[in-house]
């Protein structure tokens, strides 16, 4: 499969979940498990393109298949947009359901661009913070889609880069 | 985190490829679609089975398509790709009305209409609703094809008529004018199954006048109606003019025929209070969008 | 909403972008299952399916026989080494194996350590456990009975019988004054009041890597701790093993909120698994683990009276608890404090008397009591009081908010002494709850409600004032087990002017990484970007007792503003001994001294640090270095406190209630990050809605935990939630150094009341004046039938 743009080979029992292949195997401890039922999100990454819980698959079905996680969002040392809200925006706390959080704000934006609350709250309703009350993780989403390449923010400023 | 228990994993390439692998391993291989019912169970290890059969690869089960005056739903459609579907949502509003409600966002990504109709959950959503339009249910086999009602699909809890080396392929949908669909649901919380559900469609006798139910559907989730549907209901309907009295009414005696459980959603009387008051507000809501009333 | 610099670091005080944010967006945090070590194994707990239920026999030969099973650890195996059993946080012991009988569902009966995860979870099966079921107590208000099942068997001298589950007994107040008042009053109320089972379910479960090293005899213990330092000691009690050997380290915790302040079976496990193997040995628990086994929250059946005038003057509070404590009383608070803070139920009233009884009492249910942000109880006193108080304001037919105003606290009260001697330290109470009503536009939403009546909606409008007590605590009242409740804190500015503060509180998710720098920045002119904050491990941190019940900003926080401030005060001698004045002729402006008139003569904190480290003569008795540590004893605890308003909307035909606004006046003293402080209010209120709507963990009469999943335990999630309308007073804390009071458990105090009140307000038109929470659809709908159902058990 290809992780990150980058393939991987492994051999593998077929009952692995996908979610600790990527933690125990390839070592990509970003993405996090929280639940036993699929209720919680901390796993979400992409799986062609789309969110996935990974702790509601095998990684022996993502064989041949393109996974994204939240190590993939930084592309060439510039953090992505969605990662700069959160930042700018407090979205996380403890961190635990951050990556989630953030895998699946990064698929909004790529089908919304400047989505309303409502559908933020919408595609996140799969996944559960203890920590925010979801208020700053709404705002986070709503600043990363102001700040976005090309997008102007509310005061007229283009595409404005958070570094940490 | 639960893991399940070791367990041997195939891909099929074909509906005749993965019928040949299910009756190859027989009836301790499971087919694995979406796997949103079946890895849940199977890392609780409720469910162990022997081997696995990975149909997701397989081409032409996942279109969602009209052919001639029916709606063809291929089972390995994604829940989200059903509420996308503008075709589905056209004819069927209560498609679209249960998607929204299923589960969450991400596991309607992966989730699909055939894994959730053959897990057979009581609580299934799709099961009251395919029962409410009356679809029906493609299943090959390896001497081919057989259409079962989706109204004798199940036979009980986690039960279907799908035998173990059989595999649903595909729901098909006979399309009528004239008519409207809603559903209601009421659930604790997002993503929890419901305390309970309704489906309605309706369709109208466009004569002048008060219009009168020319026919009606009636699914139930969650409350134990047999096969999803509160069948004395519908008959009750039948020809009756649409009246806020007559869908009341319609909501009593479904409730009055359906057999909810105890649990932690809520005690019985509750359970049957909410099937008679869902019945009402779906009856209502399909008329209007019969009625063109209502988007 | 507060907004966030975009440029530059606020030199101390004010909002600013968290410096621990760089690793968590990258996915780089490291939480305890990212901890991997050379060798490492995995272990897995086998546990009770059975609520009560002697142990026969234990058999682990097949177990022990699979190939990938290093070794298996019984109850017999812990007591041949004497660790059978561990102290709990409360003085009573629980055990880490069961031996003679298992006492609730999902207790520690067998530990696997295995080469991988999945190893270890199939050994678990082959491990063959012979039960003999007995009757379970699971219903608290049974547990006295003449015929109850005795629980504990293993504490000496118990018999079954009304005493055989009995913990304790204690009381506050003036129970003959109250009893006087309540006699002659115009108004008294009595209600029944649960505030059920819930469970702080942290997103990240608890779990360890026990490391330790056979030929240094060192222990080195990763895990998941609140406490390290309290850890530290436990351990070396438990297992023998001298504290000096002992270092725990708390990584990156996804969230405590009190779930990881005990130690639990599974740590020792590891720990012993450790030992025997020679290798480290990881036990990280599934969700079903934590939320059947881990600290549970609450549990607290109360009997609630009020009294007070026809005109509305709240005389007397007055409240009986039965408190389930699990089978093992394993409640984390402060020694003597049983009940922890419940004290505080008298709430931000000016009562003549008031009075409580708390009964402790076993159950077969799990151990915990103390967790889910309660600040030692106190979330159970402000519903109880705030319940209270609304009733009041429906029997009157007053408002609820005028009720309120009438009887606050008023500021030239302060400080106020409760009628059960808690010293309530600044507040002005209806200025908050003024803003709060002005925030919400409460007349116009009485209006709207009124015009919804008239439809035949439900519309309810909630209020809640709460006075919270944290930052435990001054040390001659308050220690756990012993350990007097003052933290250690350590700062030291290195030759080039950055500086490291060491500090003993273990934050979860609360940012101390940013606002401990920020008030080391405030008092001495350091960027927070060059001061390194170090915590959570305690080879490299002073003894403190850690994270919880709001206590860090008040305790820690405070020795932090010490350290910096006896830091300045050296850097004023260094700087006098530089600029060959004296030190009473040097005056301050952040970030240097200068002479006094003379402001252009001065010498930056950067230039003293070099200096202090140089060959420079400093007076008699001064020692060089620029650095200082100390250890706080808070003289008080400190009270924050709030003003909220829920509005919730219901449907009556379905029960359903939907949250539509929230509106949250705190008043924490001084706020060292508003933005900070803000993101903790959000997440506490959101708790309120889980709670007052959707959570519990109730039992059936079969002994089995109904919330033992997400899919059972519901968690409320954005949708649920309304955008959060936060304002803010400001009355610092007069014994604080820098006037603030702790923050971080007043809204999981707050919100439920208020959300309770609402739903409550918005069925009084069909005359329901209680019911339990949570209010699930079915609770509502029941109790608009005048039939509210019992939470705690299953509903049948």
Same mark, same amino acid.
């Given at each position: ?164 | ?24 391993? =027989? ?29 997701? =690869? ?76 009356? @679809? ?93 549907? $509160? ?65 | ?238 297992? =023998? ?209 009124? $015009? ?305 009140? @609402? ?38």
């Amino acid at each position: 499969m290809t992780v990150n743009g980058a393939e991987y080979t492994r051999d593998v029992e077929p009952r692995m979940l996908l979610i600790h292949f990527l933690r125990d195997e390839l070592e990509l401890t970003g993405s996090h498990w929280g639940c036993d039922t699929s209720n919680c999100g901390a796993c979400v990454i992409w799986l062609d393109g789309a969110p996935l819980k990974s702790c509601t698959a095998l990684a022996a079905m993502a064989g041949g298949r393109d996974i994204r996680t939240v190590e993939g969002l930084e592309r060439d040392g510039e953090l992505d947009v969605v990662q700069q809200g959160f930042i700018a925006c407090h979205g996380l706390q403890c961190g635990f359901c951050t990556p989630g959080m953030m895998m699946t704000a990064r698929w909004l934006l790529d089908r919304i661009p400047d989505p309303a609350d409502a559908e933020i709250r919408e595609a996140i309703s799969g996944q559960i913070c203890r920590c925010t009350g979801y208020e700053n993780i709404v705002r986070s989403v709503r600043w990363a889609a102001a700040h976005s390449r090309g997008a102007a923010g509310p005061d007229g400023s283009g595409a404005h880069e958070v570094t940490v | 985190m639960q893991v399940p228990s070791h367990v041997e994993y195939e891909r099929a390439t074909s509906v005749e490829h993965a019928l040949e692998l299910l009756a190859r391993f =027989g009836p301790e291989s499971r087919v694995l679609a979406g796997g949103h019912s079946l890895i849940p169970m199977m890392k609780l290890r409720l469910a162990q089975p022997e081997r696995l059969i990975d149909i997701n =690869g397989i081409s032409g089960l996942s279109r969602i398509a009209m052919e001639g005056d029916e709606l063809r739903i291929g089972a390995l459609v994604r829940h989200a790709q059903l509420l996308d579907s503008a075709v589905a949502g056209e004819h069927f509003p209560v498609l679209h009305d249960a998607e929204r409600v299923i589960a969450d966002p991400i596991v309607r990504n992966w989730g699909t209409i055939g894994g959730s109709l053959c897990q057979a959950d009581p609580s299934e959503d799709l099961s009251a609703v395919f029962g409410a339009i009356r @679809a029906t249910a493609v299943i090959q086999g390896r001497d081919g094809a057989r259409a079962v009602p989706v109204r004798e699909f199940h036979l009980g809890p986690y039960e279907t008529v799908v035998a173990p080396d059989e595999l649903l392929t595909e729901l098909r949908v006979p399309i009528r004018p004239g008519g409207g669909s809603a559903y209601e649901k009421v659930a604790r919380r997002v993503g929890d199954w419901s305390v309970a559900a309704a489906g309605a469609v309706i369709w109208l006798d466009p004569a002048s006048g008060t219009p009168t139910v020319s026919e009606a559907g009636i699914g139930l989730a969650a409350v134990g109606a047999g096969h999803f549907v $509160a069948g004395e209901a519908e008959d009750f309907l039948r020809g009756q003019p649409v009246s806020d009295e007559m869908f009341a009414r319609a909501g009593q005696i479904a409730a009055e025929h359906c057999t909810p459980s105890a649990d932690q959603r809520g005690p019985v009387d509750y359970k049957r209070h909410l099937t008679g008051e869902l019945t009402t507000r779906a009856l209502r809501r399909a008329a209007a969008r019969a009625c063109g009333q209502e988007a | 909403m507060t907004a966030v610099q975009e440029q530059g670091t606020p030199m101390g005080y004010g909002s600013m972008r968290r410096k621990e944010d760089a690793r968590f967006v990258r996915g780089k945090g490291l939480y305890i299952d990212d901890v991997r070590l050379r060798g490492m194994l995995h272990g897995a707990v086998l546990r009770s399916p059975y609520a009560h239920a002697r142990i026969l026999s234990v058999d682990v030969t097949a177990a022990e026989a699979h190939p990938k099973v290093r070794a298996v650890i019984t109850g017999e195996t812990l007591l041949d080494r004497g660790m059978a059993w561990m102290p709990t946080l409360s003085g009573d012991q629980q055990a880490v194996l069961a031996t003679d009988k298992v006492r609730f569902q999902g207790q520690e009966v067998a530990f696997v350590v295995a080469d991988d995860r999945y190893a270890a979870r199939d050994a678990l099966e082959l491990i063959d456990v012979e039960y003999e079921p007995l009757p379970a107590v699971m219903d608290a208000r049974r547990a006295l009975d003449d015929g109850a099942p005795l629980i504990r068997d293993d504490l000496a001298g118990r018999q079954p019988g009304p005493a055989g589950n009995h913990v304790f007994d204690w009381d506050a107040g003036d129970a003959a004054r109250t009893e006087e008042i309540f006699a002659r009053a115009d108004v008294t109320i009595a209600e029944d009041l649960l505030y059920p089972r819930v469970h702080p379910a942290p997103l990240e479960t608890c779990g360890a890597v026990a490391d330790f090293d056979t030929i240094s005899g060192k222990l080195t213990m990763w895990s998941t701790s609140q406490a390290p330092h309290a850890h530290r000691l436990l351990y070396s009690l438990a297992a =023998g093993i001298p504290e000096h050997k002992i270092r725990v380290i708390s990584p990156d915790i996804g969230g405590g909120f009190g779930n990881k302040v005990p130690i639990y079976p599974g740590y020792l496990c590891a720990v012993i698994g450790s030992i025997i193997c020679g290798r480290p040995v990881k036990w990280v628990e599934d969700r079903s683990e934590n939320l059947m086994s881990t600290s549970f929250a609450r549990d607290y059946h109360m009997h609630g009276e009020i009294a007070a005038t026809r005109d509305g003057k709240i005389l007397a509070v007055r409240v009986h608890v039965l408190a389930d404590h699990g089978a093992f009383n394993g409640a984390a608070q402060p020694t003597k404090f049983p009940a922890g803070f419940f004290g505080v139920f008298t709430g931000s009233y000016d009562l003549e008397a008031a009075y409580c009884h708390v009964t402790g009492v076993y159950t077969n249910k799990a151990p915990g009591g103390v967790a889910y942000s309660c600040s030692f109880r106190i979330t159970e006193a402000v519903y109880l009081v705030e319940r209270m108080v609304d009733m009041l304001a429906f029997e009157l037919d007053a408002d609820p908010a005028e009720l309120r105003m009438k009887n606050l606290l008023r500021p030239d009260q302060f400080p106020y002494t409760c009628a059960t001697g808690w010293v309530y330290d600044s507040g002005d109470y209806a200025r908050t709850l003024q803003l709060a009503l002005d925030k919400a536009g409460y007349a116009e939403l009485r209006r709207e409600q009124a $015009a919804r009546r008239e439809r035949g909606e439900l519309m309810g409008i909630g209020i809640s004032f709460f006075t919270e007590a944290v930052g435990a605590g001054p040390r001659k009242h308050m220690d756990i087990l012993g350990l007097g409740m003052a933290d250690g804190c350590e700062l030291r500015v290195h030759p080039t002017g950055s500086a490291v503060l060491r500090i003993s509180v273990q934050t979860q998710g609360q940012g101390h990484e940013t606002t401990f720098a920020q008030i080391v920045a405030e008092e001495l002119g350091i960027s927070p970007d060059d001061i390194d904050v170090v915590h959570g491990d305690t080879d490299q941190t002073p003894f403190g007792l850690g994270t919880y019940g709001s206590r860090s900003t008040p305790v820690s926080g405070a020795a932090a503003a010490v350290v910096a401030r006896r830091v300045r005060e050296k850097a004023r001698i260094v700087a006098a001994a530089m600029l060959e004045v004296s030190a009473g002729d040097l005056d301050w402006e952040k970030g240097r001294w200068f002479v006094r008139g003379d402001p252009d003569h001065g010498r930056t904190i950067a230039e003293i640090a070099l200096a202090a480290h140089s060959d420079l003569d400093l007076p008699e008795g001064v020692e060089g270095h620029l650095d200082a540590s100390c250890v706080y004893n808070p003289p008080n605890l400190t009270y924050p406190c709030g003003a909220y308003i829920c509005v919730v909307d219901v449907d009556p035909g379905t029960g359903k209630v939907s949250v539509r606004r929230f509106v949250a006046v705190d008043d924490c003293g001084v706020r060292i990050n508003p933005m900070i402080v803000e993101g903790q209010i959000h997440g506490g209120l959101a708790d309120g809605v889980g709670m007052a709507l959707m959570e519990v963990i109730a039992f059936d009469a079969g002994g089995n935990c109904l919330g033992g999943s997400f899919m059972d335990y519901l968690l409320p999630t954005a949708e649920e939630c309304p955008s959060w309308e936060l304002g803010e007073t400001v009355t610092p804390s007069p014994h604080h150094p820098i006037g603030a009071k702790g923050v971080g458990e007043s809204a999981t105090v707050g919100s439920p009341p208020a959300v309770v009140n @609402a739903v409550m307000d918005a069925l009084r038109p069909f005359g329901v004046r209680h019911a339990d929470m949570p209010l699930t659809p079915a609770q509502v709908w029941c109790a608009i039938q005048g039939r509210p159902l019992r939470t705690d058990l299953a509903i049948t």
